[in-house]
């Protein structure tokens, strides 16, 4: 499988088609329809026989970890391979090469709101245990009900979070759709 990274902007027709295709297979959903911010996500595509097969994308966000440490967040979504090629190994692929660009990126930590725990964390994402804060405006809310999975991109970050508690806590900016 080829990969490509290619910013949302710079998508042409048929990547734009191919893409929405296995979202909306997916999802049930387009992922640059339903909100604006995702109209400067980055796309990661798998290639086979010319045709995109694999997908995810990437926002970024700014995590503040326990009130004190800014973290660059890559904030992945619409991971998803087509349902014909699926069992194959095309979408753990593709996250190997989405977790090498992003450490050659700059970026510290990527993050992600899972459907399925289980595939996620056997390449190593593991479950974030503190509180999870969204802050707009001048106000702060807790959102419990959400559960994140984190990927440590650097080595500073390991170390702290490889300790993560529930006394710990990640807060970043309000977004429009779905906030984590």
């Known amino acids: 499988m080829q990969f490509k990274i290619i910013p ?3 998508l ?3 990547q734009r088609q191919q893409i929405a295709e296995l ?12 909100y604006a911010f995702m109209q ?6 798998g290639i086979l026989d010319e045709k995109i097969v694999s997908h995810a994308l990437w926002t970024d966000r700014i995590f503040i970890i326990n009130d004190n440490t800014s ?7 619409y991971v998803t391979t087509d349902y014909r090629l699926r069992g194959k190994g095309l979408a753990s692929q593709l996250l190997r090469y989405l977790i090498d660009a ?4 700059g970026y510290e930590l ?12 056997k390449l190593g994402w593991t479950s974030w245990l503190g509180s999870l804060y969204i802050k707009q405006n001048t106000s702060t ?40």
């Open 141 to 180: 809310y807790l959102t419990d009900m959400h559960e994140i999975l984190l990927y440590s991109l650097s080595v500073k970050l390991k170390e702290l979070l490889s300790h993560n508690t529930v006394d710990d806590a990640i807060c970043t900016d309000w977004r429009e759709g779905e906030l984590w």
């Open 102 to 105: 992003l450490t050659t990126l």
């Open 110 to 121: 990527a993050a992600l709101q899972p459907e399925d725990d289980a595939f996620y964390k």
């Open 23 to 34: 979202c909306f297979t997916a999802f049930d959903e387009d992922p640059w329809s339903q």
């Open 12 to 14: 042409d027709k048929l």
């Open 40 to 45: 400067t996500a980055s796309h990661l595509v």
């Open 71 to 77: 973290v660059k967040t890559a904030y992945v979504e």
């Open 8 to 10: 949302a902007q710079k």
